[in-house]
């Protein structure tokens, strides 16, 4: 499947600008992967109702908005990009932070800190790729 979702998208970004059609597609699909795991690992421990609920649900959207931004690229620039992986980025650590006050006795907070860092990394690597091309 992550081949013919990388297909597809290679051919949709034909229609973009010359600065965003240079992405690299395994990293922008390992991005994408990451931000849909972590936006599961964030609502699976939002049903909690411990303290970290709250940024647990809203790393879940923030993530959710990541991916699809990056599924329907007409229109992003590298600016916008950026903007919305630092925004990732930074709920990711909000959350990841929350949720490790709490990974000594919940698994479930220990598993959605893991999926946090993991999204920010691939955020991360995402940047580093648009920089490197730029």
């Given at each position: 499947?992550?081949?013919?979702?990388?297909?597809?998208?290679?051919?949709?970004?034909?229609?973009?600008?010359?600065?965003?059609?240079?992405?690299?597609?395994?990293?922008?699909?390992?991005?994408?992967?990451a931000?849909?795991?972590?936006?599961?690992?964030?609502?699976?421990?939002?049903?909690?109702?411990?303290?970290?609920?709250?940024?647990?649900?809203?790393?879940?959207?923030?993530?959710?908005?990541?991916?699809?931004?990056?599924?329907?690229?007409?229109?992003?620039?590298?600016?916008?990009?950026?903007?919305?992986?630092?925004?990732?980025?930074?709920?990711?650590?909000?959350?990841?932070?929350?949720?490790?006050?709490?990974?000594?006795?919940?698994?479930?907070?220990?598993?959605?800190?893991?999926?946090?860092?993991?999204?920010m990394?691939?955020?991360?690597?995402?940047?580093?790729?648009?920089?490197?091309?730029?």
């Amino acid at each position: 499947m992550d081949s013919m979702m990388m297909g597809a998208m290679s051919k949709n970004m034909e229609s973009m600008t010359d600065d965003m059609a240079m992405m690299d597609m395994s990293v922008m699909q390992a991005c994408m992967d990451a931000c849909s795991a972590c936006e599961q690992a964030c609502t699976v421990c939002s049903t909690q109702l411990m303290d970290c609920a709250p940024a647990c649900m809203n790393c879940a959207d923030m993530c959710n908005t990541m991916m699809r931004s990056m599924m329907r690229m007409q229109g992003m620039n590298p600016a916008s990009m950026m903007t919305m992986l630092n925004a990732c980025i930074a709920m990711c650590q909000l959350c990841m932070d929350e949720c490790m006050r709490h990974a000594d006795h919940s698994e479930v907070c220990k598993m959605c800190a893991q999926a946090c860092q993991a999204c920010m990394d691939a955020c991360m690597a995402m940047k580093d790729m648009m920089m490197a091309s730029a």
